[in-house]
């Protein structure tokens, strides 16, 4: 993502292509993790025949299920890329699917400035994105190459993750509804430790100018294109996942049943009634729930970093753009 606010925006695009986007960025974990020597595999120059800019392609290392192509030197010894490995497992057992097991290849450029000049070239129509997740159809035998594109900045550790969440998902559910692919990616972005709690969008919510935020599950499921999503639907879709997930069990459970209905059928149907059958007043319990976490900020460990990390924004000014405060 890449904005002045912790979300980010996906383009669907109608040929079949799903790109998904963000712009801000965050970080641990471990796994079983295949790291090759970041070996040269090719002397390919930066740009093709034809002039215009050429993908990475110099250097390639593999962290299943992702492999990492760049034009320079990735300092893959890092704990990102281990974290990065165990995020397969994590995903897919928090949220009961069956483990994928499509490659997705992972893009680094060097900087902002070749991503920029690539991504101009290869996707003109595109939208100004500081990282892409592209779903491309082959030309043959209906699969498809799952694709992230990025470069190494600042914000590396979150860009990733939220697009290889994107990636991930997308190798287990062709068709994930815009809100919810949005509203998980926006969730497993954060590390694992941090179990989905993004403080600037708690605090957003909460503390916004005109009080806690009024959320609207059916307007949500609604939105269809990314140019209706801004940051505010961003942070809706974090808080209904983070209430389905951190709340009650059963709550958890109408996600997972509807993501295995999903990976049937891909217009199951909204999925406010089911959870409207766990919380029968669903914008109050989607209210307690957040009310909860902002309480509990002060006892545990969520809420020790959540205070570390979000004083200065939640307690003394809440209104400025959290652009400054976050990630
Ligand atoms: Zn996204």
């Given at each position: 993502m890449s904005k002045c606010w912790n979300a980010l925006i996906a383009v669907r695009a109608p040929t079949g292509i799903c790109l998904a986007a963000f712009t801000l960025a965050f970080l641990p974990g471990c796994h079983s993790l295949k790291l090759n020597s970041n070996s040269p595999t090719s002397d390919k120059t930066e740009t093709k025949a034809d002039g215009s800019p050429a993908a990475p392609s110099k250097f390639s290392f593999r962290v299943a299920p992702y492999v990492f192509m760049s034009d320079f030197e990735v300092?893959?010894?890092?704990p990102l890329f281990q974290e990065l490995a165990g995020m397969r497992d994590q995903i897919y057992k928090e949220l009961q699917l069956p483990p994928g097991n499509a490659v997705v290849q992972v893009y680094l450029f060097e900087d902002h400035a070749r991503y920029q000049l690539f991504m101009q070239s290869r996707y003109p129509e595109l939208p100004e994105r500081r990282a892409f997740f592209v779903a491309q159809p082959r030309a043959i035998g209906g699969a498809e190459d799952l694709l992230v594109y990025t470069f190494w900045g600042e914000r590396i550790q979150q860009d990733l993750r939220h697009e290889l969440t994107h990636a991930l998902l997308h190798s287990v559910i062709r068709d994930v509804p815009l809100w919810l692919d949005e509203g998980l990616a926006e969730y497993f972005e954060l590390p694992p430790d941090r179990k989905g709690l993004n403080p600037a969008h708690l605090a957003s919510l909460r503390r916004g100018p005109l009080g806690p935020y009024k959320p609207d599950l059916t307007r949500l499921e609604g939105l269809t294109e990314v140019k209706q999503m801004t940051p505010t639907e961003y942070r809706e879709s974090w808080a209904w996942v983070h209430l389905m997930l951190r709340d009650k069990p059963e709550a958890k459970v109408v996600l997972t049943n509807y993501l295995r209905q999903l990976r049937l059928n891909?217009?199951?149907?909204?999925?406010e009634p089911k959870l409207a059958a766990v919380f029968p007043a669903l914008d109050e319990a989607f209210d307690k729930h957040l009310a909860q976490f902002e309480a509990s900020g002060r006892a545990d460990a969520d809420g020790r970093w959540w205070l570390e990390r979000g004083r200065g924004c939640v307690s003394i000014c809440p209104i400025v753009p959290y652009v400054l405060l976050v990630l």
């Open positions: 300092p893959h010894d890092q891909a217009t199951p149907g909204p999925l």
